[in-house]
């Protein structure tokens, strides 16, 4: 199938996108001035976001080795969204950043055309290029204050554990070539037929291995708390939620339409991993002392959660799971736009003289006394973190009674039972950061968010999400709509 | 053939083995090279001489000759005279060497027996057809490998940069190219 005018319509998102992320590398190359590449960003980013209205008339059509359906714009929009308030949280982050400041946006942008490929993908090529353009460009922003011997760890560590991933990956799309001959999805699908063979099953599995450590599911899960807490906030923020959207929509897709991902002995290892995920991930977190590393346990806790949806993958999956994927997005950017906002050096702080002299201030004795200091922002994180722990009124309440709907209607007992066991560990250190942002006591540790963070962008964006998170928990209803007509394009 | 692939594959197996278990990186990379030069054999064994060429020109040419170059750059020092004395032992240089014979035997047994314009099963892939297949159907991925070496490129040349802040706030001022 060759490339036609209809096609490069449908993939406007994309590539209005990359031509960004080209505009920002020749304004850099120009003149640097942050706050410009800042608003040039936000402005493509809109642009794309808008267009995917546009784009949502043609769905579903499947261009070559991309499908432009309901589940890849579902993502696409997730994605941006988790990009614009990622690119805003960077300008207030690296607003006193002595060094380099505009490539952030550059990479971000990469990244970002990155994940949407990779949702969209039909086709083993894009599903590998999609991933290691997410990923390359994630390297660059985990490591981007490199003078920080954090930050730079972050980086390296996640260099070489993905690459090693994406060996896996590379190994297993091999088998299965190997065993069909084909590569698109579609024509595995159809030559793997009902028996996929001893072959077929190993390169299926590598597949999943590779995927799995991308969405730090629990044996893959070791590098998730050091690149969380290393990492500056913003790129924290865009691996938390971006990049593991992309995976996870990526692996919904591949769980759908390929029945080598059907197997039933495939579908039981996932079952325990996603058992292992949540408990070994909440127990985890029950010690941490450091709020990024503990929302690194607790996305690991999460996404255990969400493979539950994969495992049964009948019904209401996809919805379930797109429910469960926006109530996420909107906890992780929501805490992790606070983490942001309460790092950023700021000119009336004592940290500014040596900007970023200090890591991000994660540790919870920061937090301690938020509240009688920044009412708002706690208000925010509070909210975030409520929804993660599933409370009613706010939006993770719905995605896990979804999920719970799900695994209570396929009896699958155990599923159940661990998510509900693990929402209860979950309950518990939640609570525990929440007491902490009310305690007070003299002497307590000045690490404050800008005085007008309110009125910067960052703080519109925090704001917006904690306003999303009750609203779509008090009224559901566009996103379970939204979620509903979302369908997957098997075929091209 | 076949037997061309197994052999080719084999030694390309036991040049990757030296690659990670030796020490010395110039060592290592000399193995890799006959890694990459075994693997444009299995290409060409099987029907596609464009990859093998490439593979060749590009992999064991161009950017091997670049490693070898950049590393024996960065061990010049008060030792580096005794160092190219080790280096020149027949420990050193006989497992590269002895693979690389077998690759020569292979490729030469291959071109006696006339079988040279032989594949194992299929079509010839040529580079037209690699080219049409590439600007054809997967003209998005080639475009998507582009935007990955940019996001690379950018990445390492921002990881890369010497730090200090005040070399850096400098330039910041100037207009400079990245």
């Known amino acids: 199938m060759t490339l036609t005018a209809t096609h490069l319509l449908a993939l406007t998102p994309p590539i209005l996108v990359c031509a960004t992320a080209i505009l920002v590398m020749l304004a850099i190359a120009w003149r640097r001035h942050h706050t410009g590449i800042a608003i040039v960003s936000v402005v493509g980013l809109n642009l794309a976001l808008l267009s ?15 499908a432009v359906d309901g589940l890849a714009i579902f993502a696409a929009a997730l994605i941006m969204v988790a ?15 002595t060094g380099p400041r505009e490539e952030f946006y550059l990479l971000l942008l990469c990244a970002t055309a990155g994940g949407m490929v990779l949702a969209a993908s039909t086709h083993l090529a894009t599903l ?22 954090r930050s730079l760890e972050a980086g390296v560590k996640y260099l070489v554990l993905s690459a090693a991933a994406t060996a896996f990956l590379l190994f297993g799309m091999a088998l299965l070539y190997a065993e069909t001959g084909r590569l698109d999805i579609a024509g595995l699908a159809a030559r793997l037929g009902g028996d996929i063979g001893a072959w077929g099953l190993a390169g299926a599995a590598l597949m999943l291995m590779g995927l799995c450590f991308k969405l730090s599911v629990v044996p893959f899960h070791m590098w998730t708390p050091d690149v969380y807490e290393g990492g500056p906030a913003p790129a924290a923020t865009f691996l938390a939620a971006a990049s593991k959207v992309a995976v996870f929509v990526v692996l919904l897709r591949l769980m759908t339409a390929a029945p080598a991902f059907q197997n039933s002995d495939l579908h039981d290892v996932l079952a325990a991993l996603a058992v292992l995920s949540m408990l070994v991930g909440n127990l985890l977190a029950l010690t941490q002392s450091n709020l990024k590393r503990l929302l690194g346990y607790s996305s690991i806790a999460h996404f255990g959660y969400l493979l539950t949806a994969l495992v049964i993958s009948d ?51 920061h937090y301690r006394g938020l509240f009688w200091r920044r009412p708002y922002l706690t208000a925010v994180l509070t909210i975030s973190l409520l929804s993660m722990a599933g409370i009613p009124f706010t939006a993770g309440f719905i995605g896990k009674f979804y999920i719970i709907a799900l695994g209570v209607e396929a009896e699958r007992w155990w599923l159940v039972g661990a998510v509900i066991v693990g929402s209860a560990i979950g309950l518990f250190y939640y609570l525990r950061v929440m007491v902490t942002l009310f305690l007070t006591e003299a002497g307590m540790q000045r690490r404050d968010a800008p005085e007008n963070w309110a009125i910067q962008a960052g703080g519109v964006v925090v704001l917006g999400a904690a306003a999303l998170i009750v609203a779509l928990g008090i009224y559901p ?10 369908r997957v394009l098997t075929g091209g | 053939m076949e037997i061309a692939f197994y052999l080719s594959g084999l030694v390309a197996v036991l040049a990757t083995l030296g690659v990670v278990t030796n020490t010395n990186p110039v060592h290592a990379l000399l193995y890799l090279i006959v890694s990459l030069i075994s693997v444009a054999l299995v290409f060409f064994a099987l029907g596609a001489p464009f990859a093998g060429a490439l593979e060749v020109i590009v992999y064991a040419g161009a950017i091997m ?27 050193v240089w006989l497992g590269p060497a002895l693979l690389s014979a077998v690759l020569l035997v292979i490729l030469v047994a291959t071109l006696w ?14 580079a037209r057809a690699v080219g049409s297949l590439l600007f054809g159907p997967w003209l998005l991925v080639v475009e998507l490998a582009a935007m990955l070496l940019l996001a690379a490129l950018v990445t390492a040349s921002h990881v890369g940069r010497l730090p200090g802040p005040a070399a850096s706030s400098d330039r910041r001022d100037h207009k400079e190219v990245p």
């Open chain 2, 65 to 91: 000759v670049l490693f070898v170059f950049v590393v024996m750059m960065l061990n010049l020092g008060q030792q580096g005279v005794a160092q190219e004395r080790a280096w020149l032992s027949p420990r």
């Open chain 1, 83 to 97: 990009a614009l308030a990622c690119a805003t949280l960077a300008h207030a982050y690296l607003a006193h950043y």
């Open chain 1, 477 to 486: 209803v566009p996103i379970i709509e939204w979620t509903q007509s979302v």
């Open chain 1, 52 to 66: 995917l209205i546009g784009v949502s008339w043609m769905a579903p059509l499947a261009a070559p080795m991309l």
């Open chain 1, 315 to 365: 019904g209401l999956s996809i919805e379930a799971a797109g429910v469960y994927l926006v109530s996420y997005l909107l906890a992780t950017l929501g805490a992790f736009g606070v983490v942001t906002l309460i790092s950023s050096p700021h000119a009336s702080s004592p940290y500014v003289a040596g900007a970023h002299g200090g890591t991000d201030a994660a540790g919870l004795h």
């Open chain 2, 113 to 126: 027996s006339g079988e040279g314009g032989r594949m194992i099963t299929g079509e010839t892939l040529t």
């Open chain 1, 128 to 149: 590998f290029l999609g991933l290691e353009l997410l990923s390359i460009p994630l390297y660059g922003m985990l490591a981007y204050v490199y003078g920080e011997r």
